[in-house]
């Protein structure tokens, strides 16, 4: 109570100190107002009992900040904001509580309407009422007293709640009309203001884009349930569309499943008779191009759920037809038990597209877990995936393909079992995968080691059987990928290993006392603590000083082109003695 005083107090405050048009009018923001109230107490979860309770409460406090009382605790006297009172936009807000509060009401019964139709008729009052206060507020709207702005917002809501009234009675023209009524002002506000204000207007055209295709289809036009069926597809159409969408598509597909007799899967034509079986064959299309086209991983999941729970449905009537054939065949002898009946091979078929299903939906979810993994957390007060979760996961998908192998009808197909047996090698080394790296968290580095070397065995047999069978790859996770990944983290789990301080402990003193630099002993291996300290001893500093060859400072380039003068008088010329010379040189006599 306390909170919703203060949520009025600030958009009581919002609103008188709101900066009107130039013509000077007063100013009430319709839309905006709605969807704050709406988001804040009680419609982001569908509580639509919450926000009328809400609705009141701020209808009593605005009556009592006013003085516009409806009499007094013994006597009730009914009063009517007129057009004379407009000297505050919370007059205007007044009458839209009303309406809000009609409105929710009318809400809260077409919820508890799904099990007690009587409520119907209660539901219709109270949408005539709040359509009577919308109109209430535009008429007073019209006063010169009111801005340009809000007369057509009042002008889109009165169109809006008349239009729900009309599609509740099924007056599908007129609700078409009151629709595109509405959509046509707020597209022109939403071109006409800023980006803050567009998005709400834009967000209620989208609201009331399926009601007008699906007033449309029932008028007679018939392309519009392509439209609905997309919308329907991607999750658009919630709220009072989503059951009119669910049965309109239900029985557009049971027209379609009249011309269907029979399906083939795997060489074998099966017919089909039941009109369940029909409905869902003829649909899984459209289901599954939805998915592939999902626009993000919430409205994929929820595509999914949707596709399985329309196929466990389809198979539990399937088992209901097999009880009956089964008590069939124990009254008639003459039956063939050795070969599987068409109506147990189509139980077989319906049961690969749900373990397909299955497999394809939790390899999704993989996908995106795995892509989290490698983000850095954000908040380390939260808790983000941990490679035990996609543990979980891969199970799940294993378990599905062992129940594959094991479906009546095909234990005789060699393609399909290699194919189951491929798949599962591929599963398996993946599941493997993020074993190991859920023992590399909690730093068992042998036993983590050996799962990469697993994953990598797995791997490689995946590769060797995959040469035959190249079509079952398309759709399976590439091993070439995972094969590299594994080195990498065989590297990052060796250096980790080392890096730990309990196994730094372990290494002798000797080993580590030697002050040699890292960079000349980089061909040999051994453990050093001190290389990740503050000081690690990586190279030698200052370096030796080395021996260079020295260059001359300048080239004598002028000695080839010097004449030296000739020395021929200086040198000493060779005497003619004779023998008697001869024998004096022997002797030395002539020195």
Request: charge should be neutral.
């Amino acid at each position: 109570m306390a909170a919703d005083k203060q949520n009025d107090a600030k958009v009581s405050l919002m609103e008188e100190n709101k900066e009107n048009l130039p013509d000077g009018g007063l100013g009430l923001e319709i839309l905006q107002i709605i969807k704050e109230s709406q988001q804040q107490h009680g419609l982001r979860h569908g509580d639509y009992q919450r926000y009328r309770g809400y609705c009141s409460r701020r209808l009593r406090r605005l009556r009592k900040t006013l003085g516009f009382k409806m009499g007094n605790r013994h006597k009730f006297v009914g009063k009517k904001v007129t057009v004379e009172m407009l000297s505050d936009n919370r007059y205007l807000l007044l009458v839209l509580m009303e309406a809000e509060r009609a409105w929710s009401y009318a809400m809260q019964l077409k919820q508890e309407a799904n099990t007690e139709p009587r409520k119907r008729f209660h539901l219709l009052s109270r949408l005539r009422k709040a359509a009577k206060h919308s109109e209430k507020l535009e008429k007073l709207c019209e006063s010169p007293r009111v801005d340009a702005k809000t007369k057509l917002e009042a002008q889109a809501y009165t169109a809006y709640l008349t239009g729900m009234v009309e599609f509740e009675l099924q007056e599908w023209k007129q609700a078409m009309e009151a629709f595109n009524k509405c959509k046509t002002i707020y597209e022109k506000l939403a071109s006409a203001f800023t980006e803050d204000l567009a998005v709400l207007y834009r967000q209620r055209v989208d609201e009331i884009s399926p009601n007008i295709r699906y007033c449309a289809y029932n008028i007679g036009d018939q392309n519009a349930i392509n439209d609905l069926m997309q919308m329907r597809l991607t999750g658009g159409g919630g709220g009072m569309m989503a059951e009119k969408l669910e049965a309109l598509i239900t029985q557009a597909r049971t027209k379609q499943a009249a011309t269907m007799s029979e399906v083939e899967w795997r060489g074998r034509t099966v017919p089909v008779k039941i009109d369940k079986a029909r409905v869902f064959l003829l649909g899984l299309a459209d289901n599954e191009a939805a998915i592939a086209q999902a626009a993000n991983e919430e409205t994929k999941e929820h595509l999914y759920e949707t596709l399985l729970a329309e196929c466990r449905d389809t198979i539990q009537a399937v088992k209901e037809e097999l009880k009956t054939e089964a008590k069939q065949r124990e009254r008639s002898s003459d039956g063939d038990t050795g070969k599987v009946s068409n109506l147990q091979y189509l139980h077989s078929y319906l049961t690969y597209i749900k373990l397909c299903t299955l497999v394809k939906r939790n390899e999704s979810m993989a996908h995106t877990l795995q892509a989290k993994l490698k983000e850095p957390e954000a908040d380390e007060s939260k808790r983000g995936p941990r490679p035990q979760d996609l543990i979980r996961l891969y199970d799940i998908i294993l378990q599905s393909l062992a129940e594959l192998s094991t479906l009546q009808g095909l234990e005789d197909d060699h393609t399909f079992q290699k194919e189951v047996s491929l798949k599962t090698l591929v599963y398996k080394a993946y599941r493997c995968f993020f074993i190991a790296q859920s023992y590399v968290l909690v730093k068992k580095w042998s036993e983590a080691l050996v799962l990469y070397e697993r994953v990598l065995k797995y791997a490689k047999e995946v590769q060797s059987k995959a040469k035959s069978l190249n079509n079952s790859l398309k759709d399976l996770p590439d091993v070439q990928e995972l094969i590299a990944e594994v080195n990498a983290e065989k590297y990052s789990l060796q250096a980790a290993a080392i890096l730990d301080t309990d196994e730094i402990v372990e290494v002798p003193q000797q080993l580590v006392k030697d002050n040699t630099p890292l960079c000349d002993h980089l061909e040999t291996f051994r453990f050093d603590p001190s290389l990740v300290g503050k000081q690690p001893s990586l190279v030698q500093f200052p370096p030796d000083f080395q021996p260079i060859p020295c260059k001359p400072l300048f080239f004598d380039l002028a000695l080839n082109h010097v004449a030296f003068p000739p020395l021929d008088d200086k040198v000493e010329q060779k005497g003619k003695g004779g023998l008697t010379g001869y024998i004096k040189g022997i002797f030395g006599f002539g020195s």
